[in-house]
């Protein structure tokens, strides 16, 4: 019968513990290691060691606590990301999280306000045209064959109409304007993203390590519980 591998006890506040840590899951020898804080500690998501190998070598590491701390990393990472750079990410991705009825609300006085002054420079006929086009009725002529100017009331009524066609989909309204890619991009310029709901999807999707693993996408977890991945 095979024995348990026993697990090690690793001490993350202690340097060399954490390189015989190491040590023992690259197959290095420790001595040969070097370590220190990582710039990655500026997110404020706890310790976080480089690792490399003493002489050059071209080889890096970061290491964390475990799997909750590697978890609180990318998640600020992901959050940094999309404040600053939502273009990284899936257009539908950002979309899904974007308050579509704040959006829609934020947009409506700018909108209305230039229907009205479109709708106000109209000749009358192009006017009671656009009118009867929303299912309006168009008043009679008179024994002229002249037609009435619109009212104000009658401006706001049809600008009222084509508001609530218009911004049924915000998005699309904004994508009609701007085109897909800064539509988004005015979205969240206007209505914002759900920062923290967003940074969860990504990382439970795609992983810690898709966002931490830039050498290969990949963390590794030492016996000890401590979790690593590989940076050059």
Known sequence: MASRKKKVAVDFDDEDSVLAEMGRALDIDPDELTI?????????????????VRGGGHKEWHVVSGEDAERELALAIVKQDLEEEPGNFEPNFI?????????????????RNQLEEDLREMRD???????EGEGFDVPEEDED????????????????????????????????????????????????????????????????????????????????GLVYWRVN
């Open 145 to 224: 064959g002249d037609i009435p100017s619109p009212t104000e009331d009658q401006i706001t009524e049809l600008a009222d109409r084509q508001v609530e066609e218009q911004l049924r989909d915000p998005m699309e309204y904004l994508e009609n304007i701007y085109g897909r890619e800064d539509a988004v991009k005015k979205a969240i310029e206007i209505a914002g993203i759900d920062i923290d709901a967003a940074a969860e999807e990504a990382v439970d999707t795609d992983g810690p390590a898709h966002f931490l693993g830039t050498y290969d996408g990949n963390s590794y977890t030492t016996d000890g």
């Open 95 to 111: 979309e899904s999280h974007i308050d579509v009825d704040r959006l829609r609300n934020d947009l409506e006085s700018d909108v």
């Open 125 to 131: 006929r192009d006017f009671w045209r656009t009118w």
């Open 36 to 52: 220190k804080e990582s710039h990655l500690m500026d997110f404020d998501a706890g310790t976080v060691y480089e690792i490399n």
